[in-house]
């Protein structure tokens, strides 16, 4: 549990970081400092311990050759006869040696130099702490006894008194004496106020190393503070004004590189918002442009109609050069009213004029009349058109001319592109919306181009010769059509598999938007490809369809 909740603790924590550069920036700063600090103390406490263990080993030589020079006194002035008072005169040598030396020194030990000719003269080792005597290691003893030099020998120890014990050392000798031979003396000391000073030095160099990365820390996340709290600002105003805010503005408080980008900031946001009002202002222009000239272009191209007509109706009195003119001229003149047709139907758009004209009736027929107004370019260009509708009634509320209008240039569109190829059309149906289906199988597009397919003017492929196009409006106009009866239109296409389109509508506006994840039929949100979820043809309960062409797709089919 413990190690489940650590997990989750350095998750959010790298979460944050990852999202915060204040918070990135005082983690790495106190991690740089703590480990520059702990490589400082580390190596300033090797540095101070090996001072202190070579000034306490030298203070140790120091008094104990000043001892060995007391004792090597006494000893060569003496001159004693029995034994006992050879015993008596290393007791109180070993005394005088005691209190003589330095306030660490713990005991002193006397023993014989030649334990093998022992005599009458020989004196029982004495020592002053007894306690510690097994400290004296038998090969320091063996090393003293072979040594004809007096050279002090030294051996550090550990006084054990605790678990962890005292640091200390053993220093020893031998002196002669022209009574009792060579005297082994050794001397034990202990390093205990040496260690309780070296720890006191580490305990303050440790606090000091926190309490310097705590000020440290505290430093660096001000300084951060102060550096990325005016950028988070900059930030928040410019996601405001992202959101549609454009009058959303920073405080300039600054003086330094973060007051220009406060001032830069304000001076971009008022440029912007000077150029947008200036766009407006261009496309305000531009729609009263094209207003005004479809308006204006109505009176002479019904005038031209009207004579286009008129030599139509004796046109087979014509010689074939006039009677092929004729023709040309009534077909280009009936494709510039389609085009200014367009024109006025994206003014009234744009002028927010465009009204739905509501009518319950069945769906069918404004498809159905989309196709026979289609069905002759198709038969020019070879595209077969395989319509399936429900074999029952669709009732729907819905604007006709428009719904012939979105199923009309869909099938135009995919005329143009199928390349001889079938284009379908199929209808599906629930209780609450309708949706339309147009697919054609021809070269298809590319993602970029199914996100702009639906922009004013744009051609998929401008360099076709292209029969049924004229202005780029087309589409906008479906997108418009469907959006005006609260409806929804996706496309999908592969290139050389063709394009499909699903107009997914209200059977009643006044119930509000539609919502594509309860329409009968609508791509797969896993699938980029042609992959659908649901069937064509009418859905009462689930899917259950009843159809005159083809059954139930069903749930996730590829069409």
Not at 6 to 15: F, I, L, N
Not at 250 to 265: P, T, W, Y
Not at 348 to 362: C, K
Not at 369 to 397: D, R
Request: glycine share 8%; net charge negative; proline share 3%.
């Amino acid at each position: 549990m413990t190690l489940r909740r650590v997990r989750k603790a350095w998750r959010r924590g790298r979460q944050r970081a990852h999202k915060s550069l204040q918070t990135r920036m005082v983690v790495l700063s106190m991690l740089v400092f703590s480990l520059t600090a702990a490589l400082l103390c580390l190596f300033s406490m090797g540095t101070i311990k090996g001072t202190i263990q070579a000034q306490v080993m030298d203070e140790s030589r120091r008094d104990f050759s000043s001892q060995i020079s007391l004792a090597q006194k006494q000893l060569s002035s003496a001159n004693l006869a029995d034994s006992s008072q050879y015993q008596q005169l290393i007791g109180n040598l070993a005394s005088e040696l005691q209190n003589n030396g330095s306030g660490n020194m713990i005991g002193v030990y006397l023993m014989s130099g030649d334990d093998s000719n022992i005599d009458e003269k020989t004196f029982v080792p004495v020592s002053t702490e007894p306690e510690y005597t097994n400290l004296i290691s038998t090969e320091m003893q063996h090393d003293l006894q072979s040594d004809s030099d007096d050279s002090i020998y030294y051996q550090a120890v550990n006084i054990a008194k605790s678990e962890k014990g005292t640091p200390g050392a053993i220093l020893g000798s031998t002196i002669s004496s022209n009574g009792i031979g060579t005297v082994k003396i050794f001397a034990l000391y202990s390093y205990q106020t040496q260690q309780q000073a070296l720890l006191q030095i580490q305990f303050n160099m440790l606090v000091s190393d926190v309490l310097l990365s705590i000020a440290i820390v505290v430093i660096i996340f001000s300084v951060m503070r102060s550096v990325v709290k005016p950028v988070q600002d900059v930030a928040a105003s410019a996601e405001t004004m992202a959101s549609g805010n454009l009058d959303i503005r920073v405080q300039v408080n600054r003086q330094d590189e973060i007051g220009v980008l406060q001032r830069s900031f304000n001076e971009m946001a008022d440029s912007l918002v000077q150029k947008i009002d200036e766009l407006e202002k261009a496309g305000d222009m531009q729609r009263e442009f094209v207003s005004d000239v479809s308006h204006e272009l109505r009176t002479p191209v019904t005038t031209m109609r009207m004579a286009a007509d008129m030599l139509s109706m004796h046109k087979d009195g014509y010689d074939a050069t006039t009677r092929r003119t004729v023709e040309l001229l009534d077909g280009q003149i009936r494709r510039f009213q389609e085009m200014l047709a367009d024109l006025l139907e994206i003014s009234r758009f744009d002028a927010g004029y465009a009204a739905l004209d509501l009518t319950e009736g069945d769906v069918r027929e404004p498809i159905s009349q989309a196709v026979e107004q289609i069905a002759s370019i198709a038969e020019t260009k070879q595209v077969p058109l395989n319509v399936h509708l429900p074999n029952m009634e669709v009732l729907a509320c819905v604007d006709a001319r428009r719904i012939c209008r979105i199923v009309r240039n869909l099938l135009a569109n995919a005329i143009d592109f199928a390349e001889g190829r079938p284009v379908e059309v199929r209808l599906a149906v629930n209780r609450a919306m309708v949706v339309i289906s147009v697919r054609d199988y021809g070269v298809g597009m590319t993602a970029s181009q199914c996100e702009r397919i639906f922009d004013r003017f744009w051609r998929g492929d401008p360099s076709r010769a292209r029969t049924t196009g004229g202005t780029g409006l087309g589409m906008a106009i479906v997108l418009a059509d469907v959006r005006l009866h609260g409806g929804d239109i996706s496309v999908r296409s592969q290139m050389g598999k063709g394009t499909w389109f699903l107009v997914t509508l209200p059977r009643n506006p006044e119930n509000g938007p539609v919502n594509v994840a309860q329409a009968p039929i609508r791509f797969s949100a896993e699938n980029n490809g042609f992959c659908t979820v649901g069937g064509f043809g009418i859905a009462d309960n689930g899917f259950s369809d009843y159809l005159t062409g083809e059954p139930n797709v069903g749930k996730g089919r590829k069409q």
